[in-house]
């Protein structure tokens, strides 16, 4: 039988499948406010070319683009952020159910207030890699409404200073209707909105989750990160998958954009009597099936076709996977350095050089 921990993760791998809805369900809300943002400067842009525009007309124009368009993003803020706010409390909420799930009578789980689950929300920065690494909530949404603005009118003005007429900078902003508009200054900002948003949903449901386990330092006593069993997920999140953490300690899911990954509380040995049967979905070869809740990705990885191992990892890493020797504990761990960057081929090689001799690499 498995321990309770087993179920807490089962019940996070199953949440994050209808987590992973409401990101799509958020990202299709900006759809309507990218067609006010294509009507606004359709607006602006009529009438007379602009080639025929002196310097300083060109400015005042982009100025009035610059604030129709900071307008739109500042609505669209403020109903995510309603939104997110929303989220919020219900996965405090429904990390205090599952852990009640479990508990069989043992505890009852406090729930923190709606407003303390939003502040450590909001304070809390995002562990994402790269440079929006270290931002908070607001500021990483913002920074990204401030910068498709920029896009559109730097668009805008090399297209005046190119020459180009109305018509054909409208094209190089909207994009062309024979591929869909999908090549247009407009879609990047749809795709990076799409990833801002996704992000954002992620962060908002781990700190949550985590303020309900920082509120019952009795019952949780850790963390363990929980990655998705199947082919796209990244290096990072394979080799922190089973990893435990105290609380408030280690990294918090998203580690990185659109990143899947989530996170389960780890009880209090005083608890450890609590069992019941636990899984989890992965999806590999032969399709969606259900493993045992304690099993890792690379322990995982390790049992599905090599073909399968090496369109995930590479065909390098996945003759050491099948051939090296390794653990798939220790595997995981050589492939991620102590800042949870992913490790090159030479890095892993000088940490387990045996390990490459016997896969023959």
């Not at 409401?22 to 900006?30: A, H, I, P, R, T």
């Not at 869909?180 to 989750?209: C, F, K, M, P, W």
């Not at 050491?320 to 220790?330: I, K, M, P, T, V």
């Not at 102590?338 to 050089?353: D, I, S, Y």
């Amino acid at each position: 039988m498995a321990q309770a921990l087993e179920q807490l993760i089962e019940q996070s791998t199953r949440h994050q499948v209808y987590l992973e809805r409401l990101k799509s369900g958020e990202v299709n809300q900006f759809a309507s406010f990218l067609q006010q943002i294509d009507r606004s400067i359709r607006l602006r842009l009529s009438g007379e070319e602009i080639t025929a525009y002196s310097r300083t007309r060109l400015e005042r124009l982009l100025a009035t683009v610059r604030a129709d368009l900071s307008a739109i993003y500042a609505e669209y803020w403020d109903e995510l952020s309603g939104n997110l706010i929303d989220l919020s409390e219900y996965e405090a909420g429904f990390e205090a159910r599952s852990l009640n799930a479990v508990a069989q009578g043992a505890f009852e789980t406090v729930i923190p207030a709606a407003n303390q689950v939003w502040a450590a929300v909001t304070a809390a920065p995002l562990s994402v890699s790269g440079p929006d690494q270290g931002k908070l909530l607001e500021p990483f949404v913002k920074d990204w409404s401030a910068t498709e603005v920029k896009r559109v009118s730097g668009a805008i003005r090399q297209g005046y200073f190119e020459g180009q007429t109305t018509s054909q900078i409208l094209q190089r902003v909207r994009g062309t209707r024979a591929n869909g508009y999908r090549d247009g200054i407009l879609a990047i900002s749809n795709r990076n909105a799409e990833a801002v948003v996704r992000t954002a949903v992620q962060h908002v449901a781990s700190i949550s989750r985590q303020e309900t386990w920082s509120q019952n330092p009795d019952i949780v006593e850790g963390v363990e990160w929980v990655s998705t069993l199947d082919s796209r997920t990244t290096q990072v999140c394979r080799s922190l998958d089973g990893q435990v953490y105290p609380i408030g300690k280690g990294p918090r899911p998203p580690i990185h954009i659109r990143c899947r990954s989530t996170t389960a509380a780890v009880l209090n040995q005083k608890f450890s009597f609590l069992s019941e049967g636990g899984t989890r979905s992965a999806r590999g070869k032969g399709g969606v099936a259900r493993v045992d809740a304690d099993t890792t990705y690379y322990g995982w990885l390790k049992r599905q076709p090599a073909a399968f191992q090496d369109s995930v990892v590479g065909p390098v890493r996945g003759k050491l996977l099948r051939e090296g020797g390794l653990s798939a504990e220790r595997f995981a761990e050589i492939g991620l350095n102590k800042n949870f960057t992913p490790t090159t081929l030479a890095e892993m090689r000088e940490l387990e050089p045996v390990a490459f001799e016997r896969a023959g690499l």
